[in-house]
């Protein structure tokens, strides 16, 4: 059988498409960043790549630094002067207690391996890393496309033939969680201070078109076919 294509291989193959467009998510992007640069300082990572539509001026007032399983993906960051480490959000090259903030992209949907079922394992792994990387009292910043439950259900049942279609393209399957999956494992790992923000655009209309899938750029819907919503989670790490 054919071995799945890993992470860095797809985002290393399909970085410079990745980057070429916003996916029809320009204005979410937009909103979630300023969120994001609005709540974090100090010695931040952000892991999985740095949020989209960042400002450089809000970034250079931080002591940043990006880990990313792809070089490719970490590149034109690089190239933009930010500090980069290539490394997997489930085993930080970071001693415990080193920052203020982690930044968590975009990334936790694409952390699955390759089961719907071993993809809620796999953020939990992800956020027991964070949480020791994290300062006492440090703040999570999860930035994520969140489904409603039937929506969840529906994916796990289909997560089978979804990946075996989505493997004939080499692409690994996706998996995207409830805002409440996330709050849970939040509280499971010691995290406290929940706080919840939702970058929905004004004047949203379900028939604007979105690019659903990273590894097929020429595959644009309706916003109305991609169920997913938008949210930027933060929460406080036990200290
Ligand atoms: C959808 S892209 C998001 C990139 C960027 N944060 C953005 O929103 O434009 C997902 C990123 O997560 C990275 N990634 C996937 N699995 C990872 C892992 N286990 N650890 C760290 N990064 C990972 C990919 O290489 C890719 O850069």
């Not at 489930?90 to 920052?99: E, G, N, Q, T």
């Not at 929506?151 to 393209?169: F, H, N, R, S």
């Not at 399957?173 to 999956?181: D, E, G, K, P, R």
Request: proline share 8%; glycine share 8%; aromatic share 10%.
């Amino acid at each position: 059988m054919k071995k799945p294509m890993d992470q860095s291989r797809f985002f290393d193959t399909n970085a410079g498409a990745y980057y070429r467009t916003d996916a029809g998510m320009g204005t979410v992007n937009e909103l979630a960043a300023r969120h994001i640069e609005e709540g974090v300082s100090g010695r931040v990572l952000s892991v999985g790549g740095l949020w989209p539509r960042y400002s450089l001026e809000a970034a250079s007032k931080l002591d940043l630094v990006v880990a990313d399983v792809s070089e490719e993906m970490l590149r034109p960051l690089q190239e933009a002067g930010l500090s980069t480490v290539l490394g997997d959000a489930r085993a930080l090259s970071f001693p415990d207690d080193s920052f203020d903030h982690v930044v968590l992209p975009l990334v936790l949907h694409h952390i699955t391996e390759q089961s719907w079922r071993a993809a809620r394992g796999e953020v939990s792994k992800v956020l027991g890393e964070v949480g020791r990387v994290l300062k006492p009292g440090g703040r999570v910043w999860i930035s994520e496309f969140s489904v409603r439950r039937p929506v969840y259900w529906a994916e796990a049942v289909a997560a089978p033939i979804t990946k075996l279609l989505l493997g004939l393209m080499d692409i690994p399957l996706v998996v995207m969680h409830t805002a409440n999956f996330y709050r849970s494992v939040l509280r499971r790992e010691d995290f406290s201070d929940l706080a919840s923000y939702y970058p929905d655009p004004p004047g949203a209309s379900w028939r604007d078109p979105i690019r659903p899938i990273i590894g097929i750029p020429w595959l644009q819907v309706p916003r109305a076919f991609y169920p997913v919503r938008p949210v930027v989670l933060s929460a406080k790490c036990a200290g």
